[in-house]
């Protein structure tokens, strides 16, 4: 039983980091989510292991740590009077360049807990709407909605600006989005 876990978790262990980075947007918080969500996971493997889908069941795991986290009021004190410094990114395999990571993690920051949530499964783990809705436990009309309500506050943070490596991530075809609006934002054309 511990090989396999320990092999599981050696397999994911940079992408759990890396999602729980982007949700928390500090590595010490991110590590303390992924500490718990694997200390669950250990406890539960065997059912882990028994679903049909490891990896969704733990992408539950992680989403409700995190926002269980989000929950407590300790969440939202600082002990220490100091500026929070701005991590560097945890590394990702292709994608954008580093700027453009910085620009988008720094807007996912300013924006609701549940909206990044959503966003990061959508767009930056490519779920499709139906996965994030099992994973958040919520109705696909939720995650369309919070998705659309995440893309308009990061739209605004980055001053209108989504980079295309975002915006493309939600096509279907000719240009639109999953829910039939263009890439401008506009209605069907």
């Not at 049909?52 to 986290?69: A, S």
């Not at 996912?108 to 958040?136: H, K, N, W, Y």
Request: hydrophobic fraction near 40%.
């Amino acid at each position: 039983m511990e090989e396999t876990y320990t092999a599981y978790v050696s397999a994911r262990l940079p992408a759990l980091r890396r999602i729980a980075h982007l949700l928390c947007r500090d590595p010490h918080r991110a590590d303390d989510v992924v500490q718990t969500t694997l200390t669950k996971l250990f406890v539960h493997w065997r059912r882990a292991r028994a679903a049909t889908d490891t990896d969704r069941y733990v992408h539950t795991m992680l989403m409700r740590c995190f926002l269980n986290e989000q929950r407590l009021g300790w969440a939202r004190v600082r002990l220490s009077g100091a500026p929070h410094e701005t991590p560097g990114l945890p590394p990702a395999i292709g994608g954008p360049d580093i700027e453009t990571r910085t620009v988008v993690h720094t807007a996912l920051s300013r924006i609701p807990a549940r909206q990044r949530a959503v966003l990061v499964l959508r767009f930056l783990c490519d779920l499709p709407v139906a996965e994030v809705a099992g994973i958040l436990g919520c109705s696909e009309g939720t995650v369309k909605s919070q998705s659309a309500r995440g893309l308009v506050r990061l739209r605004a943070q980055l001053g209108g600006q989504l980079p295309s490596s975002v915006t493309t991530a939600g096509k279907t075809t000719a240009g639109k989005t999953a829910s039939g609006k263009t890439a401008s934002g506009k209605g069907k054309e």
